[in-house]
């Protein structure tokens, strides 16, 4: 088993990065979420899965443990894969998805590509339990879910509009944090794209 793999990017795309350690380059698949991460280092550790298939070894790597500990709870999913888990760890952060799972909110998972109803709630009733052993920090399950449910909808809309969600989200999570009451899609989107200009 690989644990981890530090070394030198030589190539990187959203979706996957050669990692150079010591002149042998490892392709490691990767999630959004990581890439947002890492896409301004040309040096980076990556926690490592290692996927074996019939035709071939499958390397996934994720910046922050806490999100391959999540993948691992995906891919134990009936119906859910390595190329599904990381269309979930793309549309969402990870502490975004634990809040889904406990809070039953299965909308979110239906909104990723290749999730439909059934598999939405498998997710929730297969995970619920097991999530809460992975420490996503205190606000996790502890809110209704309405404020992460818009914060989702909020870097959904964003990203449809072609904006960086490195450069947004620090700023969306300011403004839901000075305006708890806001809870309405269209007016956080205008207050984020009015102090983006």
């Given at each position: 088993?690989?644990?981890?793999?530090?070394?030198?990017i030589?190539?990187?795309?959203?979706?996957?990065?050669?990692l150079?350690?010591?002149?042998l380059?490892?392709?490691?698949?990767?999630?959004?979420?990581?890439?947002?991460?890492?896409?301004?280092?040309?040096?980076?550790?990556?926690?490592?899965?290692?996927?074996?298939?019939?035709?071939?070894?499958?390397?996934?790597?994720?910046?922050e443990?806490?999100?391959?500990?999540?993948?691992?709870?995906?891919?134990?999913?009936?119906?859910?894969?390595?190329?599904?888990?990381?269309?979930?760890?793309s549309?969402?952060?990870?502490?975004?998805?634990?809040?889904?799972?406990?809070?039953?909110?299965?909308?979110?998972?239906?909104?990723?590509?290749?999730?439909?109803?059934?598999?939405?709630?498998?997710?929730?009733?297969?995970?619920?339990?097991?999530i809460?052993?992975?420490d996503?920090?205190?606000?996790?399950?502890s809110?209704?879910?309405?404020?992460?449910t818009?914060?989702?909808?909020?870097?959904?809309?964003?990203?449809?509009?072609?904006?960086n969600?490195?450069?947004?989200?620090?700023?969306?999570?300011?403004?839901?944090?000075?305006?708890?009451d806001?809870?309405?899609?269209?007016?956080?989107?205008?207050?984020?794209?009015?102090?983006l200009?």
């Amino acid at each position: 088993m690989i644990a981890y793999l530090q070394g030198k990017i030589t190539f990187k795309t959203p979706s996957f990065v050669y990692l150079d350690i010591g002149g042998l380059a490892y392709h490691v698949e990767i999630s959004m979420q990581t890439f947002s991460q890492i896409e301004a280092k040309s040096e980076v550790k990556l926690f490592t899965h290692l996927q074996v298939k019939e035709d071939g070894h499958y390397l996934y790597g994720f910046y922050e443990e806490k999100e391959r500990e999540l993948f691992r709870l995906l891919i134990s999913v009936s119906g859910i894969g390595p190329s599904t888990a990381q269309v979930i760890l793309s549309s969402m952060k990870p502490d975004e998805i634990a809040s889904a799972i406990i809070n039953e909110q299965d909308v979110h998972f239906r909104n990723a590509k290749g999730i439909g109803a059934k598999t939405a709630k498998r997710i929730i009733l297969d995970l619920k339990d097991k999530i809460r052993k992975i420490d996503f920090g205190e606000d996790v399950g502890s809110a209704s879910g309405g404020g992460s449910t818009v914060r989702a909808e909020v870097l959904s809309a964003l990203k449809g509009l072609g904006i960086n969600r490195a450069k947004a989200e620090p700023l969306l999570n300011k403004i839901l944090k000075e305006n708890p009451d806001l809870n309405q899609l269209e007016d956080v989107l205008k207050m984020v794209l009015k102090q983006l200009n």
